[in-house]
């Protein structure tokens, strides 16, 4: 690590090596708007030496059993474990979420990617079939795609990196990872770990940057045969464009707006905490963040007033503050942009119940140039509101009543986006049946985020294309092939 004048210096890591860069990006502490970090700001050259160091890499990496792989998986969460602390640490000043989050989600998740990946590694079946009237055995195998470029959101920095890099290496590939600019210490800092825990060099190669540089030169790179991409719907389109001419396999895990269904005979004292959770958590910055509450009218009124007085409950504070329930928001431009939807939907007549506008945030002075908001919840808001329509992607949540079963899934269905959605009502035969007709790949039912790494996960329609998990995972970082033996 360098660090000139107190700022913390990142490097590129390719070929198992932190090398500098001619130029760098200007990173930001979101709790106080403060520069403390300086990022590569990588291009072409960049990549091209990535892609050589991955491509030395990948026959010894590739050849090694999946036995052997995965107990390098393992010693790299065993590691990632024991620097939990200063991890969550690094990601709570770099996102500018709470240090509470971060120690009990985003680093312990990361360390189970790789734990989850390094057993599932070991447990995947091929199919065989039989054609005996022609003497034929028909099987197939799996190997390993090449050099796999991933991209990855500021959002859930290492949690997010990590569900990429794990399943990408444990099949065999080699990678090379670009972390949104705008957090990549703990991607970094991961680095630092990756040869004591038996990486060989060039396996992961880490390049930081911009997109519109690093991240084109890398998804436009023609010996990049694969690229997983967690991000924006326009970002998932640029990369889809520049991708095409060399008929990439492509992962795009994008945006959603997600809706909370509540019945009239679901358990408040459950759904009230638990939404406003799925409403808040991490600043509203979770894809499968609840954003939309459609609340069934003979219990709106008390529903809207319990859900304000818990969402004024919602504790804003500095991200170090173990008690704060959120922190800063990511940038001053995307709290802007939060604050802008705010504003239209006033604009279009809608009420704000509280946070921002309403309420009053209190914060110490070295925090005052923070990107801080107050949760808001709208409400007497228009479906075709673009605070009903459109992601938001910070703490904003708005609710709205509804009458029947049937109006409601069409209302909810009535977004470009499918990604995730709760369900709450006391009633098994109704949460199972508004489940399979919501357009969503993941419904929650009486409950939210609680995560199967081993079923599929992503969303359709404009949230994404392919699904990330266990059995999926391994299929898009690997090429099958179908072998036929006739005896
Ligand atoms: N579905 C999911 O699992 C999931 C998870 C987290 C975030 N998201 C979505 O991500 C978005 C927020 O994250 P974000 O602002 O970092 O998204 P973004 O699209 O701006 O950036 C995502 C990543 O792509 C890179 N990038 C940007 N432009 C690029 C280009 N032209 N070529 C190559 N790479 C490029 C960025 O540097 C970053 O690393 C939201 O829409 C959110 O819903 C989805
Ligand atoms: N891929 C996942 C994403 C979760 C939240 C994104 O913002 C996951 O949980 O596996």
Redesign the pocket.
Known sequence: MAARGGLLMLENFIGGTFLPCSSYLDSYDPSTGEVYCHVPNSGEEEVEAAVEAARAAFPGWSSRSPQERSQVLQRLADLLEQSLEELAQAECKDQGKTITLARTMDIPRAVHNFRFFASSILHHTSECTQMDHLGCLHYTVRAPVGIAAL??????PLY?LTWKIAPAIAAGNTVIA?????TSVTAWMMCRLLEKAGVPPGVVNVVFG???RV??A??SHPDVPLIS????????E??TQ?SAPHCKKLSL????KNPAIIFEDANLDECIPTTVRSSFANQGE??LCTSRIFVQRSIYNEFLKRFVEATRMWKVGVPSDPSADMGALISQAHLEKVRSYIKKARLEGARILCGEGVDTLNLPPRNQAGYFMLPTVITDVKDESCCMKE?I?GPVTCVVPFDSEEEVIQRANSVKYG?AATVWSGSVGRVHRVAKKLQSGLVWTNCWLIRELNLP???MKS??VGREGARDSYEFFTEVKTITVKH
């Not at 670009?178 to 705008?182: A, N, R, W």
């Not at 991409?229 to 998932?236: E, K, V």
């Not at 895990?253 to 959603?256: C, D, T, V, W």
């Open positions: 991209i990855s959101p500021w959002n859930l997010l670009k972390p949104s600019e705008l911009t997109g519109p991240g084109e890398l998804v991409f967690t991000g924006s719907q326009p970002t998932a640029r990369i520049l895990e994008l945006g959603g979770i894809c992601e992607f990604l996960f992503g969303g949230s994404g």
